[in-house]
């Protein structure tokens, strides 16, 4: 044995596996606006109302600038509203990717932040973002310094690792290539919670299984 070379361990590059973590389902009702109103400078969305219950899968469509992110984060509780109610139901449990993948915004460690996010330790956290090729190289820099496909990861591996029944997906497949784009498919066919979206890829909104699409058009719903 002490004559045999010794043989280098074979490179492995790194696999994304991802799954979103659940929790306990929500009441029916996962969030409301009524007559609601936003105003953003010039622009005006509403009198919007809509209902959406637990376990619909639902698709807001439109031309960019009609008013599709605004109305999620009206939904959500994220846009003030000038006029109108927003609640949100009983034992909601969010994860949100937004456009701007803000969840884990900081001028510190990316690493610092996840944890700070997601109450993991230290171990469990670096191999979880390792599993979204984030190793040591990323992990040790600012949000601001990855790049927006690396950005979508660090929130999608969030995902992984906090339990959610509700997920909010804002243009999710931007920046992503082809193989975390399968991955996302794959595990959103598994969700069982509530899903809203809104995607220009036709390919991935056709994966989705959608239960109710709703139409967007200078500020109002259809």
Known sequence: MERLDRVDRPWQPWQLEFTIGEVERSGDLVAELASAVVTQGDFVLG????????????????????????????????????????????SVVLGELDQGRERLETSGKLLDRFIEDTGLDLGPARSILAKFGLGTEHVSRPSSALSPGEQTRAVLAAFQASGVNTVILDEPTNHLDLEAIEQLEAALSKFAGTLIVVSHDRAFVDSLALTHRFFVADGTLG
């Open 47 to 90: 009198p919007v109302s809509i209902e959406v219950l637990s376990g619909q899968r639902i698709l807001l469509e439109g031309a960019n600038g009609a008013g599709k992110s605004t109305l999620l984060r009206a939904l959500i509780g994220k846009a003030p509203l000038a006029a109108g109610t927003q609640r949100l139901g009983r």
